[in-house]
């Protein structure tokens, strides 16, 4: 049988198993590559692809093969390639995502000393059930920073941080280890780009939760996910109530044509509703201190201030203004800077373009200082994971 039979053959069992699985992977490209030393998901344009070591792949059993499959789907699903960059060693982030995922893979499907909350490498640590990544990154990362201090011989985390570091698929022990050399294509990608690969996933799961309702039901682990997807976060922060009281005054009208209501000065035309529009300068700290996830949520509260009505203006600025461009919902905005900062550039243009602006809006971490008064309203957004900087100028909320 060969590779593509094997693989068919693999698929089926995995769709009978697990329909969600089985109708997520037929929607994946697969590719054979002997660079590749085992397996692992690549990128292709904005979705991703599985990418597969023929002489890996064949040296599996049957068991080991659907293991494997469900393995990287479970990957790609969690939005862990994606969300990689955001951890600082990434060496640790590679076995934290492991720990997660393969609590949803039934052991028989798993290779012997592969990383699991149970096994002998990890057991020692009481790792809570299905926690997720970010708790085992942080719970591990403590647990090196404890082991280097108290020196000694080298423990099983260090062994397997080694060969991640040196690019090996087996630790000096002769058992597995998380292999993600594929996951470098998605390295350093834009913020924008990043966005439509998310949501071009959350598409695909939603697509294949739809499909699956004839065949089965959706895991519970996905149907987790899907809810979250789902779900429309309310703002952080009371927006519209915050420009009804603070924002005052419009420099923009527009006008509406109301066919129930007469012209009273011409007759023949259709009555006209003249309503202010508030035109907001949102400024967004894109310094290399702004991490993110921060800036992911300051694109959340901006889209619920476009909900109010509001015209915005986005603009861009580390230690200088970087980008100034209308806002409109739904657009994908490429993030520029990722620099020092300085809030003082900001200030200066709302206060020479103070005329064409309602309010200003900064959003930052707050990790920083001005020099610079601003001359009309204006209020300072801390990120939720911030500290508060009082010295700020002006009306300061931190978001909860």
């Excluded at 693989?7 to 929607?27: D, H, N, Q, R, S």
Aim: charged content about 30%; glycine content about 8%.
């Amino acid at each position: 049988m060969d590779k593509h039979e094997s693989l068919a053959k693999t698929g089926k069992e995995l769709m009978l198993k697990e329909p969600f699985y089985g109708l997520f992977l037929i929607g994946l490209n697969k590719v054979w590559q002997k660079r590749v030393p085992t397996a692992g998901v690549s990128k292709n344009s904005i979705n991703y692809q599985l990418t597969i070591n023929e002489d890996f792949w064949n040296s599996l059993s049957s068991d080991h093969r659907l293991g494997l499959l469900k393995h990287e789907l479970l990957h790609i699903a969690f939005f862990h390639l994606t969300m990689h960059d955001n951890f600082a060693d990434q060496r640790l982030a590679n076995i934290a995502m492991d720990l997660e995922i393969n609590q949803y893979i039934d052991p028989q499907y798993l290779p012997e000393g592969g990383c699991t909350i149970d096994s002998e490498a990890f057991k020692q640590y009481n790792l809570p059930v299905k926690a997720g990544c970010r708790e085992y990154y942080e719970i591990l990362s403590k647990e090196k920073e404890k082991q280097e201090q108290q020196g000694g011989d080298k423990s099983k985390l260090q062994k397997i941080l080694d060969a991640i570091s040196r690019g090996d698929s087996h630790d000096e022990d002769g058992d597995p280890v998380p292999d993600h050399s594929t996951w470098e294509d998605f390295k350093d990608l834009p913020e924008a780009e990043k966005k439509l690969i998310e949501k071009q996933l959350e598409h695909m799961l939603k697509e294949v939760a739809q499909q699956v309702k004839g065949r089965g039901t959706v895991p519970g682990e996905m149907q987790g996910l899907l809810d979250k997807i789902n779900s429309k976060e309310p703002p952080k922060f009371d927006w519209r109530g915050y420009l009804r009281r603070f924002a005052g005054g419009s420099q923009k009208v527009y006008t509406k044509k109301l066919r129930r209501k007469f012209n009273k000065r011409f007759e023949e035309m259709a009555g006209l509703k003249v309503k202010p529009r508030k035109h907001i300068l949102v400024a967004i700290d894109t310094s290399g201190s702004v991490s993110d996830d921060e800036l992911r949520e300051f694109f959340h509260e901006i889209d619920h201030i476009n909900k109010t009505g509001a015209e915005i203006t986005v603009l861009q600025c580390d230690t200088k203004i970087n980008s100034v461009k209308k806002y409109s919902a739904g657009d994908t905005v490429e993030i520029f800077g990722r620099g020092g900062t300085e809030f003082d550039p900001v200030i200066e243009y709302y206060n020479e373009h103070l005329k064409n602006f309602s309010c200003m809006v900064y959003l930052t971490d707050g990790e920083c200082y001005c020099n610079v008064k601003p001359r009309g309203k204006m209020l300072w957004v801390i990120s939720s994971r911030s500290q508060m900087n009082e010295n700020l100028p002006g009306p300061k909320i931190k978001l909860n």
